[in-house]
């Protein structure tokens, strides 16, 4: 019998049905600010001034590969209000790996994701930036829940977004996630 706590809690997952996303290859990911505020930092003379939580955001993003031994980073950037890079995933395994211990009679462990998969990755990135801001001060900071990723397919698809990440910063006039220029849909 299920408890009203599991038939009350069914989310739609973003993420491509039935795909591995544990197995090597690229993938471009976006994480966004709590309500796509502007703490990160300020686009001045199309570069990218960092505030002191974004200078965290972007330490601990290139801390990651410590953490996982199979990953390895590419294109990064810290925008204002979110960030995107590319994560890449190997088989090849180096380093000390920080995962959640696994065992298939713990709750917690069934309802997370697999080790060493996309999603664990971002969740311990966004936890590791979240716990320096609570005990740094920075207690009103909050991620969006989720993120935005990507599946990089092609040689072409790594190459045009490397450069969307690259100029990202030059087009933030441009850019949807810009709060200066977002436009509302009407009701």
Request: glycine content about 4%; hydrophobic content about 35%.
């Amino acid at each position: 019998m299920k408890c009203h706590f599991e038939k009350q809690h069914h989310r739609r997952s973003i993420r491509l049905k039935d795909f591995d996303y544990s197995q090597e290859g690229a993938y471009f990911v976006t994480i966004c600010a709590y309500g796509k505020k502007c703490i990160f930092g300020d686009v001045i003379d199309y570069r990218v001034e960092l505030s002191p939580i974004g200078q965290i955001v972007s330490k601990f993003w290139f801390e990651i590969p410590k953490h996982f031994g199979n990953v390895h980073l590419d294109e990064f950037v810290v925008m204002p209000n979110h960030i995107h890079g590319i994560v890449m995933i190997t088989r090849k395994r180096r380093g000390v790996k920080f995962n959640a211990p696994t065992r298939d009679d713990d709750y917690y462990s069934r309802i997370s994701p697999r080790k060493d998969t996309l999603s664990v990755i971002v969740r311990t990135y966004k936890s590791a930036v979240s716990s320096w801001c609570r005990k740094n001060g920075c207690e009103d900071f909050p991620w969006q829940r989720n993120y935005y990723e990507h599946v990089i397919r092609s040689d072409d698809d790594l190459v045009q977004i490397r450069e969307y990440i690259a100029n990202n910063a030059v087009k933030w006039d441009l850019d949807n996630e810009n709060p200066a220029i977002r436009i509302e849909k009407p009701a």
